[in-house]
């Protein structure tokens, strides 16, 4: 059983940074595409940011490119998803998910992923 565990998300001013953490266990970690997706209220579950197995590629929404850095650390079987110059438009839920088989084309795909977490609510208000 594999299971994601998000961590991190608050209330925060617009402006601030925020980093979220995903704690994976079970399974495979060093092997699994990761991503991280989040959910508005009133709105679909949209693709934020996901990296491949080794972290060496990721791909960004163009909402969040440059403020937002995806990364892991296979030795913690941990992604992280460092969020700067946050906007009152980055408030959702945030969720992690994980692929086991990570096709490069696919990787903004909700269905891509296999596994996903419960979600940390991050919210940005003055």
């Known amino acids: 059983q594999v299971n994601l565990v998000e961590s991190g998300g608050g209330l925060v001013q617009p402006g601030d940074s925020l980093t979220l953490s995903c704690v994976v266990f079970?399974?495979?970690?060093?092997?699994?595409?990761m991503g991280w997706f989040r959910q508005a209220p009133g709105k679909e579950r949209e693709f934020v940011a996901a990296c491949s197995w080794n972290g060496m590629s990721t791909k960004y929404a163009d909402s969040v490119k440059g403020r937002f850095t995806i990364s892991r650390d296979n030795t913690k079987n941990t992604v992280y998803l460092q969020m700067n110059s946050l906007k009152s438009e980055d408030t959702a839920v945030y969720y992690c998910a994980a692929d086991r088989v990570w096709t490069i084309a696919r990787m903004s795909e909700e269905d891509e992923y296999d596994y996903w977490g419960q979600g940390t609510q991050v919210t940005v208000s003055s």
């Open positions: 079970g399974g495979k970690f060093g092997t699994y595409a």
